[in-house]
C-alpha cells in the first residue's frame, strides 16, 4: 500500500467511525490521486541503457548429469524411532 492509499484508508475508517460528513476532503483526495495518476501516464518514459538478452528454454540447454557415481557419495542411515501407530499396531497383534 502506497501513502495516498493509506491517507484515503484511514479517512474513510475516520469518516464511517465519527459519523462526520468527510466527504468532502475525500472527494478531494480522490480527484488528487486521479490527476497524479493521468499526469503520470501522460509523461513519456524514458530508458537508457537498456539491453535485452535472450535465456534459452529448458529444452534449448545443454543436458548435464547433476548426480555423481553412487561410490563417490558418503551416506549415513539415521535409524529413526518407529511412529506411535506402528507400535500400537505391534502390542495389539502381540
Not at 484511514?10 to 465519527?18: F, I, M, P
Not at 557415481?69 to 502381540?94: C, D, T
Amino acid at each position: 500500500m502506497n501513502d495516498d492509499s493509506l491517507l484515503m484508508f484511514a479517512l474513510t475508517e475516520a469518516a464511517r467511525r465519527r459519523g462526520e460528513g468527510l466527504s468532502p476532503e475525500l472527494q478531494a483526495a480522490m480527484q488528487r490521486d486521479a490527476q497524479d495518476a493521468l499526469a503520470q501516464d501522460a509523461a513519456p518514459a524514458v530508458v537508457r541503457g537498456a539491453e535485452i538478452h535472450k535465456l534459452p528454454g529448458l529444452h534449448q540447454r545443454p543436458v548435464r548429469i547433476t548426480y555423481g557415481p553412487a561410490q563417490a557419495r558418503s551416506a549415513e542411515i539415521i535409524p529413526f524411532p518407529a511412529p506411535r501407530w506402528q507400535k500400537n499396531a505391534q502390542k495389539k497383534s502381540g
